[in-house]
């Protein structure tokens, strides 16, 4: 069974960085397409940033410049660097995998890790 796990929050001040790691185990990560979600208080989920299979990378308006996806395919894992970090940064941040299942295109969530930019 494929197990998504998320790890790196913390609290930072504003203009702080933050590193944020996704491990991935139990099925074929190389051929994932992956993402980092986020959720504020009371605000719906957004995507923050993807990475496809074979490594083209998108963000979402509000991090492009600041925030930067990679993985590492020898680990099964896919990381989010987040530097100036803002206070409207905070959200609980959510590691998502898509690609091939067993019986056709699943989709995998991690249970998110708490990211807090405060002073």
């Known amino acids: 069974q494929v197990q998504v796990v998320e790890s790196g929050g913390g609290l930072v001040q504003p203009g702080g960085s933050l590193r944020l790691s996704c491990a991935v185990s139990g099925g074929f990560f190389s051929l994932y397409a992956m993402a980092w979600y986020r959720q504020a208080p009371t605000k719906q989920r957004e995507m923050v940033a993807s990475?496809?299979?074979?490594?083209?990378?998108n963000y979402a308006a509000p991090v492009q410049g600041r925030f930067t996806i990679s993985r590492d395919n020898a680990k099964n894992t896919v990381y989010l660097q987040m530097d100036s970090l803002k206070p409207e940064d905070t959200a609980v941040y959510y590691c998502?995998?898509?690609?091939?299942?067993?019986?056709?295109?699943?989709?995998?969530w991690g249970k998110g890790t708490l990211v807090t930019v405060s002073s």
């Open positions: 998502h995998a898509h690609g091939p299942g067993t019986w056709g295109p699943m989709n995998y």
């Open positions: 990475i496809s299979s074979v490594g083209t990378t």
